[in-house]
């Protein structure tokens, strides 16, 4: 019986062994530590995937209000650079009002930019696919554009590129063909930060998927 015990026990030993390694996550090296305002998000790593959960409401961006409170992961670029990302489609935020957002995040100085997936309950927004914000923390204003595309139910690419003080702004369903919007005549630094963020001002947890995340730097 004992020897009978041994033998089990070596085995379970050698599956142990041979289980595969956890993937390399290229969300590990080069990053700043996850922001997590109010302690109670996730941040999963798998290769190159990274899963930000958000129990519910209350996770925004008050960008004006000089609070910042929903969940992001950000690295430092300088000069030019190409970011992309592609997005979940898990966007399905419930009750009567607020909104789950998802996308990139781009930091400098005082403004913040966001190129984001959305689905807000708001009745005159409910067509809004694509949100693009340009904001000044604590300051009033800003730049604010919405768009139908990409759809719902399916995956999309978002992608910023950076070319002095000039950025390019596209979003894409295949990672192939993309839809542009310029934004000039900003005095940007040399040094910015940038990554993902996930928002939820609306009830339900909100899970989103974060992939096939590119970043270059033209002419190095």
């Not at 992309?84 to 930091?107: C, K, W």
């Not at 390019?168 to 000039?184: A, I, N, Y």
């Not at 993902?196 to 909100?206: P, R, S």
């Amino acid at each position: 019986m004992r020897c009978s015990t041994i033998l089990v026990l070596s085995a379970l030993s050698a599956v142990t062994l041979a289980a595969p390694a956890p993937k390399p996550s290229v969300w590990r090296t080069g990053w700043d530590r996850p922001v997590d305002p109010s302690r109670d998000c996730r941040f999963d790593y798998d290769g190159d995937k990274l899963t930000i959960t958000v129990p519910g409401k209350n996770h925004g961006l008050d960008v004006m209000g000089n609070r910042l409170n929903a969940p992001h992961l950000l690295r430092e670029v300088r000069g030019d650079f190409d970011i992309q990302i592609r997005v979940s489609e898990n966007f399905r935020p419930a009750g009567n009002e607020g909104y789950h957002r998802a996308g990139l995040l781009l930091m400098y100085e005082k403004t913040v930019l966001r190129v984001q997936r959305t689905a807000s309950l708001a009745e005159k927004e409910k067509d809004w696919r694509l949100y693009i914000g340009m904001n000044s923390l604590g300051g009033k204003g800003g730049l604010t554009d919405v768009n139908p595309n990409p759809p719902v139910g399916i995956p999309a690419y978002l992608r910023v590129e950076r070319r002095g003080h000039r950025f390019e702004v596209s979003s894409s369903e295949d990672g192939k063909k993309w839809t542009q919007r310029c934004l000039t005549g900003y005095k940007l630094p040399e040094a910015i930060k940038v990554g993902v963020v996930a928002e939820a001002t609306a009830d339900g947890e909100f899970k989103v998927e974060f992939d096939q995340f590119k970043l270059s730097r033209p002419g190095k």
